[in-house]
């Protein structure tokens, strides 16, 4: 199976019933979007397959024994084995033992969440014959726009450059709500060309309140309008994870910027890792922050994240504030 960028080629039960399915990197959506391909092909081999999950952590000889073999119902069955990175030292060599002759009836899919843990186990099971590696590394800023028009054309539509960066600037930069916009949108459009002016009927109808309009109001300092943008954006439905991503992608342009050897703005977009478009933006908000400003900030953004991912009472209120210190941080 190819990479899992965006909507990779179905696989089919030979690809992956007798054979082990490495799913590394740090985007989850890809990876389970490739643990879900896996299942599907093993379903539509034998619709009664069995489906089991574990947490490596917990994985032993015996317990994947037990998850591998026959049941009563049926001899067909999909493993998924995830956080491979916790797996217990002493499980290592059954593991090895297992995937280097995999039971034919049986696919095994262990997922692996990034980083350097485990990583050991990893280098050995790539040397493995039955082993196949699908990556599902993070995207760069200036990678969305290309995931929505292959979206698109997976979905048997066309999309053109400006009408998919609208959308990433409209919806940002979560690859589940991306992926269905893009949906909604050929659903609604079959067989037509997805259209800018499509996708502002759409999702455009404030698009500058969304979360990218509010981080880029923040970081050029301008408090009044990015507190209004914020309110027009929660109003809107636009949900507060993607607003604190959308600050965090704000605040790692900038940091990347100040650290930048580039002169050109095609060169500048590379090495920072956004859109062209968005070089002189990024410049002009650079003017007003030092790095230790910036550094600040990077705290700030990382308590927001983590207080809207642990069901702050108030979302409202930890993004004002989040948009007030920002401010705040860049005034000084």
Known sequence: ?????????????????????????????????TVGAVRSAVRAHDAEAELSEAAAAELSLATLGEMSAPSLFS??????????????????????????????????VLVHSGGQKG??????????????????????????????????????????????????????????????AAHQLTNDFPGETLTEERVKRYFGGRAEAKSFAVADAAFSGRRLEALEELRWAL??????????????????????????????????????????????????????????????????VARADADIKGAASDASYTLERLVLTVTELRER
């Open 75 to 108: 001899s067909t069955r999909c493993v998924v084995v995830r956080k491979l990175e916790d797996l217990p030292e002493e499980s290592v060599a059954g593991l090895l033992g297992y995937c280097a002759a995999p039971a034919e009836d049986v696919a095994l």
């Open 235 to 300: 109003d809107g439905g636009t949900p507060a994870v993607l607003i604190t991503s959308a600050f965090a992608g704000g605040v790692r342009g900038l940091a990347r910027f100040k650290g930048a050897r580039s002169r050109s703005e095609p060169d500048l977009a590379r090495e920072i890792g956004v859109p062209p478009w968005k070089v002189r933006s990024v410049r002009d908000q650079a003017r007003g922050w030092s790095s230790a400003a910036l550094g600040e900030a990077v705290r700030a």
């Open 1 to 33: 199976m190819p990479a899992a960028r965006s909507a990779p080629r179905a696989p089919s039960a030979a690809d992956v019933l007798g054979r082990v399915t490495l799913v590394t990197g740090k985007e989850e959506f890809f990876g389970e979007r």
């Open 119 to 180: 990583s050991g186990v990893l280098t050995k099971l790539r040397k493995l014959g039955p082993v196949t590696e699908v990556k599902s590394a993070e995207l760069k800023a200036s990678e969305y726009p290309s995931f929505v028009i292959n979206e698109a054309r997976s979905l048997g539509a066309r999309m053109d450059q400006q009408a998919a960066t609208t959308l990433v600037q409209a919806v940002g930069q979560d690859l589940r709500s991306l992926s269905a």
